[in-house]
């Protein structure tokens, strides 16, 4: 039986008319080709090359096979190269806030290193059902203890009070106690922050039933920007608006909460390239976040 590996090695000398060349094409020894090369001229019962100075040229037989073959190994060799250049797609579901505050705007990064996997963001606040829906992981908001699903913990929430550097000097906010005076701002879903933190923090006599209310929390952080008041979210998530100065923390603590941001994903999809891509680009992320607000691992 003639083997297939003796017949592309005598394709790659045609090419190259060079056993050495041929052997570093193929990732293979000079000797191991040769002896490829001898089995084939033995099993067909004729020469296939002659030696001219240091380069092979097929004799006839040689020509004849070679028009048949060499063509057959280019349609492959092009068929196989147009599926790992073929672009493949990476669906995301993920929350709005955590989207457009924290991710969205670094991607860029990903997509540099990955420019042949296509992104599909959608934000919902609700968890995909994967057996139904078309999405290979999601980002979501909890503690950990959804069933049947892989998971990566990015990073734990916490709160924070956070205005704008202007805001704050306006109206001389210097310590908690100074937010009785202060417009507080909300988000609809998580009405109870304020309540949280100031419980923490042990600041009392703060109206927290007023001010204004936006639908998401990146709403919020826009109108922080804009100096209509004072928010309170994860430093996470304003960690690009405090570097570029428009936002600041007047002071703290950073209150911890019990839940967390995680990447998930269904069992089955865990090994694929573009996911397997996407988990190791986001655990290099999180570790310059940290570094960069001076986070511990």
Same mark, same amino acid.
């Given at each position: 039986?003639?083997?297939?590996?003796?017949?592309?090695?005598?394709?790659?000398?045609?090419?190259?008319?060079?056993?050495?060349?041929?052997?570093?094409?193929?990732?293979?020894?000079?000797?191991?080709?040769?002896?490829?090369?001898?089995?084939?001229?033995?099993?067909?019962?004729?020469?296939?090359? *002659?030696?001219?100075?240091?380069?092979?040229?097929?004799?006839?037989?040689?020509?004849?096979?070679?028009?048949?073959? /060499?063509?057959?190994? @280019?349609? $492959?060799?092009?068929?196989?190269?147009?599926?790992?250049?073929? %672009?493949?797609?990476?669906?995301?579901?993920?929350?709005?806030?955590?989207?457009?505050?924290?991710?969205?705007? %670094?991607?860029?990064?990903?997509?540099?290193?990955?420019?042949?996997?296509?992104?599909?963001?959608?934000?919902?606040?609700?968890?995909? #059902?994967?057996?139904?829906?078309?999405?290979?992981? @999601?980002? %979501?908001?909890?503690?950990? #203890?959804?069933?049947?699903?892989?998971?990566?913990?990015?990073? #734990?929430?916490?709160?924070?009070?956070?205005?704008?550097?202007?805001?704050?000097?306006?109206?001389?906010?210097?310590?908690?106690?100074?937010?009785?005076?202060? %417009?507080?701002?909300?988000?609809?879903?998580?009405?109870?922050?304020? *309540?949280?933190?100031?419980?923490?923090?042990? /600041?009392?006599?703060?109206?927290?039933?007023?001010?204004?209310?936006?639908?998401?929390?990146?709403?919020?952080?826009?109108?922080?920007?804009?100096?209509?008041? /004072?928010?309170? $979210? *994860?430093?996470?998530?304003?960690?690009?608006?405090?570097?570029?100065?428009?936002?600041?923390?007047?002071?703290?603590?950073?209150?911890?909460?019990?839940?967390?941001?995680?990447?998930?994903?269904?069992?089955?999809?865990?090994?694929?390239?573009?996911?397997? @891509?996407?988990? *190791?680009?986001?655990?290099?992320?999180?570790?310059?976040?940290? @570094?960069?607000?001076?986070?511990?691992?």
């Amino acid at each position: 039986m003639i083997s297939l590996k003796a017949v592309q090695a005598f394709a790659a000398i045609v090419r190259h008319g060079s056993v050495a060349q041929a052997a570093a094409e193929l990732g293979v020894t000079g000797s191991a080709l040769s002896h490829l090369l001898r089995d084939l001229e033995a099993r067909l019962g004729v020469p296939l090359f *002659d030696r001219v100075g240091r380069g092979l040229v097929p004799t006839e037989d040689g020509r004849r096979l070679a028009d048949a073959v /060499v063509p057959a190994f @280019a349609r $492959i060799d092009q068929a196989l190269s147009d599926f790992t250049r073929r %672009r493949v797609e990476l669906r995301i579901s993920t929350l709005s806030t955590f989207a457009t505050a924290w991710l969205i705007p %670094r991607l860029e990064r990903f997509q540099s290193k990955h420019p042949d996997i296509e992104l599909l963001v959608a934000t919902s606040t609700r968890n995909v #059902d994967f057996d139904r829906e078309a999405f290979d992981c @999601a980002i %979501r908001y909890g503690q950990g #203890d959804w069933p049947n699903l892989q998971m990566q913990k990015l990073y #734990d929430d916490g709160l924070v009070p956070v205005a704008s550097p202007e805001l704050v000097a306006r109206t001389g906010l210097e310590t908690p106690a100074d937010l009785a005076s202060a %417009r507080l701002l909300h988000a609809r879903a998580r009405r109870g922050d304020w *309540d949280v933190w100031l419980a923490a923090a042990g /600041v009392g006599g703060v109206d927290t039933s007023s001010g204004p209310v936006f639908e998401t929390r990146a709403q919020v952080v826009q109108a922080a920007i804009g100096r209509l008041g /004072v928010m309170v $979210i *994860d430093p996470w998530l304003v960690a690009d608006e405090i570097r570029q100065g428009h936002l600041t923390m007047p002071f703290g603590p950073v209150v911890p909460l019990p839940a967390a941001y995680w990447l998930v994903w269904p069992q089955r999809r865990g090994q694929a390239r573009p996911l397997a @891509a996407f988990r *190791d680009w986001l655990t290099e992320e999180i570790a310059m976040e940290r @570094a960069s607000l001076g986070q511990g691992t």
